[in-house]
T-cell receptor
Framework: DSGVTQTPKHLITATGQRVTLRCSPRSGDLSVYWYQQSLDQGLQFLIQYYNGEERAKGNILERFSAQQFPDLHSELNLSSLELGDSALYFC??????????????FGSGTRLTVV | AQSVSQHNHHVILSEAASLELGCNYSYGGTVNLFWYVQYPGQHLQLLLKYFSGDPLVKGIKGFEAEFIKSKFSFNLRKPSVQWSDTAEYFCAVNQNSGYSTLTFGKGTMLLVSP
């Protein structure tokens, strides 16, 4: 157990639907990062939150959004889902807002299947 | 922005063979380098990291990596692999100063046959 908790572990939904993925960071970590892992693209950075504020954006689609709550848990919202959104979504956390020397601690991921 | 290239997508070895996985990055400034491992069905775990000092770093489970600045490389090595090393290995980089998120390579799937 890494200390980063992601729910649900698996999600199957239909095209056009909206889902919410949840992440609780490791105790003491203030940053949460979301990554999408697919076979062809590898691990793609989506977005980072630090202590409730958006800190960095990567290759995140406009149909996707995220937020971090006062208790530091984060949610990634995916809407108007397409078949191509099927992937493994990882959450990671780090103590500070940069993670330069620490690296990140990853959760076990949510596997999203869009049918 | 930085990028990472991992040369081999799949590697198959027999137990006790030596392992070297290639990783090259592109970024002109000072970087921090990481190797992560993802065992089947599990989360990514940090194997080792380099941010300064001795360019030969040792990690968990007998892994080591050498940072060669002139070659922009950070290759992962293990003298003798075990069946339990079967996993996917990811190289990652971020900038040493300022703000920078981790950029990952596409991963190398290692299969060790008993």
């Amino acid at each position: 157990d890494s200390g980063v908790t992601q729910t649900p572990k698996h999600l199957i939904t239909a095209t056009g639907q909206r889902v919410t993925l949840r992440c609780s960071p490791r105790s003491g970590d203030l940053s949460v990062y979301w990554y999408q892992q697919s076979l062809d693209q590898g691990l793609q950075f989506l977005i980072q939150y630090y202590n409730g504020e958006e800190r960095a954006k990567g290759n995140i689609l406009e149909r996707f959004s995220a937020q971090q709550f006062p208790d530091l848990h984060s949610e990634l919202n995916l809407s108007s889902l397409e078949l191509g959104d099927s992937a493994l979504y990882f959450c990671a956390s780090s103590p500070g807002d940069r993670g330069n020397h620490y690296g990140y601690t990853f959760g076990s991921g949510t596997r999203l299947t869009v049918v | 922005a930085q990028s990472v290239s991992q040369h081999n997508h799949h590697v198959i070895l027999s137990e006790a063979a030596s392992l070297e996985l290639g990783c090259n990055y592109s970024y002109g400034g000072t970087v921090n380098l990481f190797w992560y491992v993802q065992y089947p069905g599990q989360h990514l775990q940090l194997l080792l990291k380099y941010f300064s000092g001795d360019p030969l770093v040792k990690g968990i489970k007998g892994f080591e990596a050498e940072f060669i600045k002139s070659k922009f490389s950070f290759n992962l090595r293990k003298p003798s692999v075990q069946w339990s090393d079967t996993a996917e290995y990811f190289c990652a980089v971020n900038q040493n100063s300022g703000y920078s998120t981790l950029t990952f390579g596409k991963g190398t799937m290692l299969l060790v046959s008993p």
